[in-house]
């Protein structure tokens, strides 16, 4: 069985030309980007902005004069989503001037190519530009592929190598990419100007040729040659994520990573635990604890993982939160005195980024991605996954032998992949963990997207699947819906387990869900008042009382808000068996802040009225307009502002409390002014 499948038919390809018309220069253009999505389909050949293509070609200039143009991937595209626009064109001629210099600075590289770009506002040419460049093949593909990571770094890759290709492709000795990279590549494919690709020693695979079809072939081919070499016939599994049945001391790691990171004002970390049978059976090997400190398979792993894996043993894990916080202190220990090994060295000064680490494996647990939000930590886990196979599978076959550490630093602290990290400073919500319930409702989603929209990682609950699917759709990867009837016994603790399991916590719950319950107290029966009740009162507490255990496991503060209603304190014709469980509920949010407020808790609360939702509907509406002689319109904004009161507005208030940090016990109401419900 062969692990890559080559993907190309000759009708997509026949329809991209077609789509592409008849000018030369965007039909190669078509194909290169039809083949870089092949490419980038395959997370066994490339990941999350690793890899880059390119194809040479021929354009005129603003006088008509034809001249040789490179179009490379440009940095913040990634290939299986690539379009032409990510592919900026580049005038190759300057490109080949600058091979005559000895040496030549990244941030002149960089320069050089920006200043030849043919569109002065397209993105950066990749850091491997000046590789490309030097090849003459029209078409030029790069992959980390996981084979060729496990071959890159086989103490003996040369003579592998030959064993596998004889001369069909040549080796290039270890170089940081950029402009002495490209030389020595250009220097080695000259000496050998039969070959298919290039072997690049602990870093990847080249392979090119006269169309864009003979590269790709290549690529798939050579690939498949050093999987069967190694035994490797499946793709890499990724992503498996099995809720673990005691996920607490995910929630300590957590807490204890987040103490560390607010020192050096970080955003608390999202984790993203994956535990499919692959990564458990690597995690019993003997030689666990060596290879979690050997290093990257390749070099710009190294910003999104760091060198080392912090390795947490079943005995560490279940020692509890000393322990584990033992662990990490001594983890950050290796790391600052790492970089004040080599800071010194480098020519220009450098900042240390945060010390913490970005994967973890855990005996019996699971391998933990770490990032600031749930795709950075997605990215580390997914790089996470590849490298222990690729781990396995060298150190099985010769040995894994990647990268130094001072080549680790060069790379860590290279001024272009910091660059590739950004500097923009994270959303309000980045990191946080928030848990709504009734998500699907009016309100729940409004509330989910304000959340969403600033960064954080939701939890979203409702009874309805398909509105929680709809919801996942708009809000896309990075949130967890969870069909639970808020009600059951047990709904509370399988949230937070859910919640701890896919994130590694919890910071803010938004206890929503409720229904109405009508009637006149002295008519109501019993049954539907403790339904009301159930509802309206003890789900509220259930959530908050499982929120509140899990956050004091945490140890990092966090927050609790409850949908609490007007009616709470300002009782309505007819809704006493719904006023009645929502003043309750009040009640629990002035006793749990004051219980909870040592510990950092926060909790508070939102008094809506009249918004529309699955209980004020338009019959709702209706009836009680026509009841008081007022339009729909005129009773929807009977209040002192005379404006209906929309779900995106109780949404602003929950996010306000959200960002209130020195406010608990507090009930905001949101219902355009109404004396009657004023609060003391
Ligand atoms: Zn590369």
Redesign the pocket.
């Known amino acids: 069985m062969t692990m890559i499948k080559n993907h190309w038919t000759d009708a997509k390809a026949e329809a991209c030309l077609a789509a592409a018309g008849s000018d030369e220069a965007d039909r190669d253009l078509a194909l290169r980007v039809y083949t870089s999505r092949l490419i980038g389909q395959d997370p066994d050949l490339v990941m999350h902005g ?3 293509t390119s194809v040479k070609t021929r354009r005129p200039d603003l006088f008509g004069e034809m001249g040789d143009v490179l179009h490379i991937k440009g940095s913040g595209w990634d290939l299986d989503t690539l379009e032409a626009p990510g592919l900026p064109g580049v005038w190759l001629a300057p490109l080949h001037r600058l091979r005559d210099l000895d040496s030549l600075s990244d941030e002149d590289m960089v320069n050089a190519q920006r200043r030849n770009l043919l569109d002065s506002s397209a993105p950066n040419p990749s850091v ?1 530009t000046l590789l490309h460049a030097y090849l003459p093949h029209k078409f030029v593909d ?1 992959t ?1 592929a996981t084979p060729f990571l496990v071959l890159a770094n086989q103490p003996d890759a040369d003579s592998v190598c030959e064993e596998i290709f004889g001369d069909r492709l040549a080796i290039v000795d270890y170089i940081m ?1 950029g402009f002495q990279l490209a030389k020595a590549a250009a220097e080695v494919y000259e000496a050998n100007p039969h070959v298919e690709g290039l072997l690049l020693r602990n ?2 695979h080249f392979a090119f040729g006269d169309t864009a079809k003979e590269s790709y072939d290549r690529i798939i081919n050579h690939t498949n040659l050093v999987a069967r070499h190694f035994g490797m016939d499946t793709a890499t599994p990724l992503a498996i994520r099995r809720t673990p049945s005691h996920p607490d001391r995910l929630a300590i790691l957590r807490g204890v990573l987040g103490d560390v990171q607010s020192t050096v004002d970080y955003p608390m970390p999202i984790l993203d635990l994956r535990n499919g049978p692959d990564v458990m059976s690597f995690l019993q090997r003997p030689d666990i604890a060596d290879l979690a400190t050997r290093g990257v398979a ?1 070099p ?1 792993h190294v910003i999104r993982t760091k060198s080392e894996v912090l390795w947490l043993s079943q005995q560490v894990w279940n020692g509890g939160r000393a322990d584990i916080q033992k662990a990490v202190a001594d983890y950050i220990e290796r790391y600052r005195a790492y970089f004040d090994r080599h800071a010194p060295l480098a020519a220009a000064a450098k900042t240390m980024v945060t010390p913490t680490p970005n994967l973890a494996w855990v005996e019996n647990i699971g391998l933990i991605g770490i990032g600031g939000d749930a795709a950075t930590a997605a990215i580390a886990a997914d790089l996470g996954e590849q490298n222990i196979r690729v781990r396995r599978v060298g150190e099985d076959h010769g040995g894994f032998m990647p990268i130094g550490e001072a080549d680790n630093f060069a790379m860590e602290y290279w001024s272009l992949e910091q660059a590739k990290l950004g500097k923009k400073t994270a959303p309000a919500f980045a990191g946080r963990v928030v848990m709504v319930t009734g998500a699907a409702g009016e309100i729940g989603a409004a509330v989910s997207r304000g959340f969403a929209a600033g960064g954080a990682s939701l939890v979203m609950i409702d009874v309805d699947q398909e509105g929680l699917d709809m919801l996942a759709d708009e809000l896309g990867p990075g949130h967890l819906g969870l069909c639970l009837d808020v009600m059951e016994a047990d709904a509370a603790s399988a949230a937070m387990r859910a919640a701890t399991g896919r994130f590694g916590g919890l910071d803010y719950l938004v206890s929503n869900a409720g229904f109405a319950v009508m009637g006149e107290m002295h008519e109501v029966s019993n049954e539907a008042l403790r339904r009301s009740f159930e509802m309206n009162f003890f789900a509220h507490r259930n959530f908050g009382a499982a929120a509140a255990k899990l956050m004091l496991q945490q140890d990092r503060g966090g927050q609790i808000l409850f949908n609490v209603s007007k009616i709470a304190v300002n009782p309505g014709q007819n809704f006493g068996p719904y006023g009645l469980p929502k003043a309750t509920t009040m009640y629990l949010l002035r006793q749990m802040a004051l219980e909870l407020g040592p510990s950092g808790i926060r909790v508070n609360g939102v008094n809506a009225d009249r918004v529309r939702s699955g209980i004020v509907d338009e019959d709702f509406i209706r009836s009680r307009a026509s009841s008081r002689g007022v339009t729909a319109k005129q009773y929807m904004s009977g209040n002192l502002i005379r404006r209906e009161v929309e779900a995106r507005h109780v949404a602003e208030a929950f996010i306000t409390l959200a960002r209130s940090e020195r406010t608990s016990a507090h009930v905001m109401p949101v219902d355009g002014g109404n004396i009657e419900a004023a609060l003391r």
């Open positions: 690793g890899g880059n491997e790069h980390h990419p870093h990847g390749s710009d």
